[in-house]
């Protein structure tokens, strides 16, 4: 596949013509033939508004999980709000993206499960509203499924 705006386009097109719709994590049970699209937000906050601008030019809401703790952008800062509503304002989802291996040493498995809630709820503070998703960064951990997901109770996570 080529990754250019253009070939998304046409994915976006491809899916759409083959009767699939475009749900999110939590409208999708009624839905016989959907995609649900998801997005991390590993490096760039301004290619990530510019992807949802495609997207909802093509009539597409998708989930956008944002790191908190991160070297590339800081989504506290006015810029980094600013692109996080401008997001919002098209009709997307705000996730968090947790990055368990940004906490050193490395934390228990109760320790990572109360840091993803401390970090929902900073989320949900700088944004005005609960974040629909939290999702692990699996690349970043090394591991397929990380150690903490077995204690994890939170129907909200």
């Known amino acids: 596949m080529e990754f250019t705006y253009q070939a998304y386009r046409g ?9 699939y719709a475009f749900r999110n994590y939590h409208d ?3 839905e016989p ?3 649900i699209l998801r997005h ?3 490096n760039s906050l301004s290619q990530a508004v510019r992807l949802a601008e495609l997207e909802a030019e ?3 809401r998708s989930t956008w999980f944002v790191l ?4 590339f952008y800081n989504p506290a800062s006015r810029d980094g709000l600013e692109k996080l509503r401008r997001i919002q ?16 040493p490395a934390l228990p498995p109760d320790g990572v499960v109360q840091n993803i809630i401390k970090e929902c709820g900073l989320l949900s503070a700088l944004l ?7 999702f692990p960064a699996f690349p970043c951990t090394g591991r397929r499924k990380p150690r903490w997901r077995q204690t994890m109770t939170s129907p909200a996570l």
């Open 11 to 19: 994915l976006l097109s491809l899916l759409r013509d083959g009767g």
């Open 28 to 30: 999708y049970k009624d």
């Open 33 to 35: 033939r959907c995609v």
């Open 40 to 42: 991390d937000i590993d």
């Open 58 to 60: 093509e009539g597409v």
């Open 68 to 71: 908190l703790r991160t070297d």
């Open 89 to 104: 304002s098209l009709g997307h989802e705000i996730g968090l993206h947790f990055d368990e291996a940004s906490y050193v």
């Open 128 to 134: 005005g509203g609960e974040p629909r998703r939290a």
